[in-house]
């Protein structure tokens, strides 16, 4: 019975549960203890700036990337293969919901909608934001 790894974390397969029960092992109670990566951070933020821009009303792939890169006067670009991606998760978690449409130049295209789940995670994720942003300013501010 030796402990598998899995991100340099130790853990039993609920086999090797060395209690016997249903109860997760130590070894698994930490690695669900383990922080966040740096990609379910940055993660984070295209969520939350996803979910902000939508808020403003629907848009089409494009057009969400396009508004973030001009609110932001082109400091952040958000491309395709992180945006789609992040779009079609935020559809299967039902925060957004899409449908079929056509841009300024009639071309069909997927128009995006926050809905009321995704409306109460925009309201959490802004929360978590500003909480962040207030203890780095505190560090900022006093060194």
Do not use: C
């Amino acid at each position: 019975m030796y402990p598998t790894t899995t991100n340099k974390i130790a853990l039993y397969t609920e086999r090797d549960n060395p209690l016997g029960q249903n109860e997760p092992s130590r070894y698994q109670r930490i690695q669900m203890k383990k922080r966040p990566s740096k990609s379910d951070s940055l993660r984070g933020a295209l969520d939350l700036l996803v979910l902000r821009v939508l808020n403003r009303g629907p848009l089409h792939g494009y057009a969400i990337a396009r508004l973030i890169r001009e609110i932001t006067d082109d400091a952040l670009r958000i491309e395709e293969g992180s945006l789609y991606p992040a779009l079609y998760r935020m559809e299967r978690a039902e925060w957004v919901e899409a449908s079929w449409g056509k841009n300024e130049n009639n071309r069909r295209v997927r128009i995006y909608t926050l809905t009321r789940n995704g409306q109460q995670q925009l309201e959490a994720e802004l929360a978590g934001w500003e909480s962040f942003a207030q203890a780095v300013r505190k560090v900022v501010d006093s060194v």
